[in-house]
């Protein structure tokens, strides 16, 4: 019988469980009834492990990436973006554009935060950079918090090359979500803007930090001189 290479990826990282990280695992990821989480389920197995399987199993197809995305195990669905990353970086154009699709079409499958924000940036910030961004500007308005999440750490890619429009942009359209982890992305975000260009993130802060949800001022602001940062934190800008 021929086994398939997505049954081999699995079996090779169930092998690589532990039953005790699973447990902190989905503590720490919030898999309570209500909570962001809800419902995923944790082999127990750590990032760098999942990485080594990444380069152990570079050999597989585009679909079988697809395929492994549907996992009900969260770190399946990290091999599965961590190779579509990998794959992207080494990639021709055709083959950039086919992961970007495939990554964009199963979004909500992207669904905690270490999820989006190890392949946002290397998947649809990298393949958007220089192009139209309005995908992005859909997602900052979706009512999944997930693709919300990717609109603005996509961005990352576009920061690191000194471009930050559409990182204001989707900020301001970000400004008044609901979610903490939406504020802390875009707190994220902004203080990765102004570690490289101070002057244009604190402009951008001054006509809005007083309607910003705090947990977002305080990430963005978190590597201010104290003075500054105090004076944002009282109001005195």
């Not at 951008?204 to 104290?226: G, N, Q």
């Amino acid at each position: 019988m021929v086994i398939k290479e997505t049954d081999r990826v699995i079996s090779a990282l169930v092998k690589r469980g532990n039953t005790e990280r699973a447990a902190h695992s989905m503590r720490f990821f919030k898999t309570a009834p209500g909570e962001y989480g809800e419902g995923d389920r944790f082999l127990g197995i750590t990032v760098p492990e999942v990485r080594n399987q990444v380069k152990a199993f570079r050999g597989i197809t585009a679909s079988d990436t697809e395929e492994l995305l549907q996992s009900e195990w969260h770190e399946v669905r990290l091999f599965s973006l961590l190779s579509m990353v990998d794959k992207f970086k080494r990639g021709s154009d055709l083959e950039q554009h086919s992961i970007y699709t495939v990554y964009m079409k199963n979004s909500r499958r992207v669904n905690n935060w270490d999820l989006v924000d190890s392949s946002a940036p290397h998947i649809a910030g990298a393949y958007l950079f220089g192009k139209n961004t309005e995908p992005l500007y859909n997602f900052a308005v979706s009512d999944s918090m997930w693709e919300r999440r990717i609109s603005i750490v996509a961005t990352q890619h576009f920061i690191r090359n000194g471009h930050f429009t559409s990182t204001f942009y989707i900020a301001d359209l970000l400004l008044k979500d609901r979610e903490d982890l939406i504020h802390k992305a875009v707190g994220w975000m902004l203080r990765e803007v102004g570690n490289r260009d101070l002057e244009a993130e604190t402009e951008f802060l001054k006509h809005r930090y007083t309607k910003m949800p705090r947990t977002m001022l305080r990430y963005a602001i978190e590597k201010f001189e104290e003075s500054r940062r105090q004076s944002f934190l009282k109001g005195l800008i």
